[in-house]
């Protein structure tokens, strides 16, 4: 054989006794079908298999009971709002809705000639006269020298009655005590309406009409403060109030007016205006 000075790649010849196919790589592989090799491989279970399994149950059952609450939502029926406080209510809720609630509580106060009782004038509180642009406060005078004046913190409605007599007086019939009381009863309505819808009202003074023998200044005023009202307000007007206003002439038979009579004779006050010293007005009330 011919030399040409590289290693030959030439097979070399098995020795004797060799078969050259023995030693080709491969030789010892097993070969299998095809359909048995397209066949994927399977997996064997880990030992987080079973928490994986735990967890994914936990998370549908989660899914079902949320999908079962909107369900449940979705289906259920609307709330029933609650009766209404009252049939009417003004549509102005602030100070300046005061004249709509004393418009609308005076004409169903009514003298034994069907004549309306008396007229009612509402608004924020403001001093007379030259302060009749600027808020007032409220003093309740010391009842005795061991105690000092009180200054009545909040915002208040003043809210003033007048006769067709003279300064504001009834013309028709007597001064009486179930006069007053009737006149009391308008001024506890009065402010049931004005606590329950008037944002900021937190005190209520209603100045009642003088006798004919006394001055506009010498009448009584009525103090009525939200504090006093609030489990009042939590439940509809006519749960506290009759629907129809008493008369006179039948005030007794009204069962409201033990509640009026008790909250009412405690609040009475003589009344006057004083100016402090920069120029503030101030409503003096004094105990009756």
């Not at 196919?21 to 079908?33: I, V, W």
């Not at 549509?91 to 709509?100: D, K, R």
Request: charge should be neutral; proline fraction near 9%; include cysteine.
């Amino acid at each position: 054989m011919e030399q040409t000075g590289r290693e030959s790649e030439a097979v070399p010849e098995a020795p004797p006794g060799h078969d050259l196919e023995a030693r080709l790589p491969g030789r010892d592989l097993e070969l299998r079908p095809r359909a048995e090799l397209d066949r994927p491989a399977r997996l064997e279970p880990t030992r987080y298999a079973p928490r994986f399994q735990f967890f994914y149950g936990v998370l549908l059952a989660l899914g079902i009971v949320a999908i079962a609450a909107v369900v449940l939502i979705a289906t259920r029926p609307a709330a029933v709002p609650g009766p209404p406080w009252s049939s009417w209510r003004p549509s102005n809720t602030s100070p300046g809705g005061a004249q709509q609630i004393a418009d609308h509580v005076g004409p169903t106060y009514r003298l034994p000639d069907g004549a309306q009782l008396v007229s009612v004038r509402g608004g924020a509180l403001r001093g007379p006269l030259q302060f009749k642009d600027t808020d007032a406060l409220i003093v309740v005078k010391a009842t005795s020298a061991a105690t000092g004046d009180a200054l009545v913190p909040g915002h208040s409605l003043l809210y003033t009655m007048c006769g067709e007599g003279v300064n504001c007086s009834i013309s028709f019939g007597k001064p009486s005590v179930a006069r007053r009381l009737l006149l009391s009863r308008e001024a506890f309505e009065i402010a049931l309406y004005s606590f329950r819808y008037i944002g900021k009202a937190d005190n209520v003074v209603v100045i009642l009409p003088p006798t004919p023998k006394e001055t506009s200044s010498q009448a009584a005023a009525i103090l009525l403060q939200r504090s006093d009202f609030s489990t009042l307000l939590d439940r509809p007007l006519d749960a506290t109030l009759s629907s129809t206003a008493p008369g006179l002439n039948n005030l007794a038979s009204f069962p409201d007016m033990k509640l009026v009579n008790a909250i009412t004779t405690q609040r009475l006050y003589h009344f006057g205006w004083q100016v402090s010293q920069d120029l503030q007005p101030l409503l003096e009330l004094a105990k009756v």
